[in-house]
């Protein structure tokens, strides 16, 4: 569910690759903060987040697919350093509590931690 989810959040981070220049770009502006708050909510890692709202905001970086990449890291790789720095945990002590819409919106979790 997870890498379903992050795969959908980097895929909308690429649609403004569809908007003719300069404001394919100009819509990352006001994708960034969503971005940010999707990683944050799913990973629970605000240096991700703003490593995230970074990327959202550079200009040619939308091919970059930082949240799978980030699911990718934090389940096959959650031994290395590097995701202590990033403050990623495994999905095992730090279970996925959304669905396919997205993080916390699964019916039944609302208020639920």
């Known amino acids: 569910k997870k890498l379903v989810a992050c ?4 895929g909308l981070g690429d649609a403004s690759l569809l908007v003719p220049p300069p404001f ?11 971005y940010a708050f999707a990683i944050y909510k799913m990973f629970h890692s605000r240096r991700l ?3 995230g709202f970074a990327k959202e905001l550079l200009p040619f970086t939308d091919l970059v697919p ?3 990449i980030a699911w990718t890291v ?7 350093r590097i ?3 990033l403050g990623l945990k495994h999905p095992k002590r ?5 669905d396919l819409r ?9 208020g639920k931690k």
């Open 24 to 34: 394919g770009e100009l819509t990352d502006i006001g994708y960034a903060p969503v």
């Open 102 to 110: 997205g993080p916390g919106l699964a019916p039944g979790l609302k």
């Open 94 to 98: 730090r279970p996925y509590k959304g």
């Open 66 to 68: 930082l949240c799978t």
């Open 74 to 80: 934090e389940t096959f790789f959650s031994k290395y």
């Open 7 to 10: 795969a959908f959040v980097d």
């Open 83 to 85: 995701v202590k720095l």
């Open 49 to 51: 987040a703003a490593f």
